[in-house]
């Protein structure tokens, strides 16, 4: 699976890096006539390298010309405008970010307690979600917010397709964000990606208690072997949060392994989920 934009520049910024070893920015930069800027932009991703650019820095660091091809083809992919590049101007910046490592995940397991999870939302109970957020305040952002949350949908459709793993707390089911119609129409949607190969959804019962996320919603993205440690991603009013320490990573992963066993297994929870739908219908 090719990396996306900001994924590929990021790998390709650290590998930089390291063939730089010991060597300073400031006597490399001079050597190739760049600005210390420059080097420093491209090595930590703000910024994407020519071929031949590429080709210089890798003769300076000694790397055998066939030896470059993998470098070559992150650099390509860096290059490339990545599919929200649209709509950047209408999010905070680490949501960028959160985009690029959304694209490559392989599993997503998400914890989420207030709203449904926007991979599954439906256009009008997406809208009627982003048109409440604190940070909105002209129109034109409000259709590009929702027309990227659709569009990150798209994800889900690739070839494989993530593992998409999800713990909702019951008050998602019985909050009617956008009116009782849109919950109505959101919750068969939901019903229906429950029954998807790949998707695991369990609702959390109010009478699990107290649990491991009583204090945020969450996210942990993880991904293929041998590319990245996996990321945990918390969204708040003003942006999102990523940790990614192994013993931050740890704590959420056994948080959500503890959501998992208090939730109704996934017959249960499509069972809870339909039960609810259908009384909305009265």
């Not at 991703?45 to 010309?65: C, M, N, Q």
């Not at 229906?192 to 998707?199: D, F, I």
């Amino acid at each position: 699976m090719a990396r996306p934009t900001s994924t590929a520049r990021r790998e390709l910024g650290g590998e930089l890096r390291r063939l730089r070893g010991e060597r300073r920015a400031v006597d490399v930069a001079t050597a190739l006539g760049w600005s210390e800027s420059k080097l420093s932009r491209i090595e930590t991703a703000h910024t994407g390298i020519s071929e031949a650019d590429l080709d210089r820095l890798l003769t300076l660091y000694g790397v055998a010309v066939e030896d470059r091809s993998r470098l070559r083809d992150l650099a390509r992919r860096g290059r490339a405008r990545a599919w929200w590049t649209p709509y950047r101007s209408s999010v905070p910046d680490p949501y960028d970010e959160y985009l690029a490592l959304e694209s490559e995940a392989v599993r997503i397991s998400e914890w989420e307690a207030q709203v449904v999870p926007g991979l599954l939302q439906t256009h009008e109970y997406a809208r009627a979600v982003i048109e409440t957020g604190a940070d909105i305040d002209d129109t034109d952002t409000i259709s590009r917010r929702l027309a990227l949350r659709m569009r990150r949908q798209d994800v889900l459709t690739r070839d494989p397709p993530p593992n998409l793993r999800l713990v909702i707390d019951e008050g998602v089911l019985l909050r009617e964000v956008g009116g009782r119609d849109v919950q109505h129409r959101q919750l068969s949607r939901l019903y229906e990606a429950s029954t998807r190969p790949g998707v695991e959804l369990q609702i959390l019962p109010f009478q699990a208690g107290a649990h491991a996320g009583l204090v945020e919603s969450f996210l942990v993205l993880e991904f293929a072997p041998g590319t990245r440690n996996p990321v945990v991603h918390i969204e708040g009013l003003t942006g999102g949060l990523f940790r990614v320490k192994p013993e931050e990573i740890d704590v959420y992963g056994d948080a959500f392994d503890d959501l998992q066993e208090r939730a109704l297994s996934l017959e249960e929870s499509r069972t809870a989920i339909a039960e609810t739908r259908d009384r909305l219908a009265r």
